[in-house]
């Protein structure tokens, strides 16, 4: 299977001030359609997961634009530009190129 | 809107078995890929398995942990998704969310606990 990792597994953040969070792949995530299929799914406290961004840097209805992706190969990132107190909880990321799909082990961000 | 309902969870000894069921609505179900994400207590998310319309085959998918012993199936003429599960370990006890395939919709999650 492939292997993701994700750096930091911790993430404290002062309110307004930018979060970056890091996540790679044991292999490329480059599928035979040319298409990257790295998501991101962020899950607040005591909530259900949703997915934020899709296939890299794509956003979902409604995520604000504060969130965006970028990356490629092997190596993707998530970046908030201004954290908000609503952005505390725990992202994964997460690779569908290659069955079976696996999560990294994600990234818990909280307020300092 | 769409709604993926999660249900069947439940206590059950190892070795046992189970079915949960998710009724789906809001979309087109028959010409959805859908899937079964779990999280341990505690832990972070895992990759179930999947199952692709049956335009597409209706075959399956599964992680390495679930493979012969849990089964994904549907109803399209229900919009039901299923998730058979056998031969139940403790190291199943998690929330099982119903998915779109492509994790742009996530059921509420239902509880399974494994235990004697």
């Known amino acids: 299977d492939v292997v993701m990792t994700q750096s930091p597994l911790s993430l404290p953040v002062t309110l307004g001030q930018p979060a970056s969070i890091s996540c790679r792949s044991s292999?490329?995530?480059?599928?035979?359609?040319?298409?990257?299929?790295l998501h991101w799914i962020q899950q607040r406290p005591g909530q259900s997961p949703r997915r934020l961004i899709y296939?890299?840097?794509n956003r979902d209805s409604g995520v604000p634009d504060r969130f965006s992706g970028s990356g490629s190969g092997t190596d993707f990132t998530l970046k908030i530009s201004r954290v908000e107190a609503e952005d505390v909880g725990v992202y994964y990321c997460?690779?569908?190129?290659?069955?079976?799909?696996?999560f990294g082990p994600g990234t818990k961000v909280e307020i300092k | 809107e769409v709604q993926l309902v999660e249900s069947g969870g439940g206590l059950v000894k190892p070795g046992g078995s189970l079915r949960l069921s998710c009724a789906a609505s809001?979309?087109?179900?028959?010409?959805?890929?859908m899937g079964w994400v779990r999280q341990a207590p505690g832990k972070g998310l895992e990759w179930v398995g999947r199952?692709?319309?049956?335009?597409?085959?209706?075959?399956?998918d599964y992680g390495a942990p679930v493979k012969g012993r849990f089964t994904i199936s549907r109803d399209d003429s229900k919009d039901m998704l299923y998730l058979q599960m056998n031969s139940l370990k403790t190291e199943d006890t998690a929330v099982y969310y119903c998915?779109?395939?492509?994790?742009?919709?996530w059921g509420q999650g239902t509880l399974v606990t494994v235990t004697s």
């Open positions: 998915t779109t395939e492509d994790l742009s919709w």
């Open positions: 199952i692709k319309s049956k335009t597409d085959g209706e075959t399956t």
């Open positions: 292999q490329s995530l480059v599928y035979s359609d040319g298409n990257t299929y």
């Open positions: 296939r890299v840097s």
């Open positions: 809001g979309f087109t179900f028959s010409n959805a890929w």
């Open positions: 997460i690779q569908a190129t290659h069955l079976s799909f696996t």
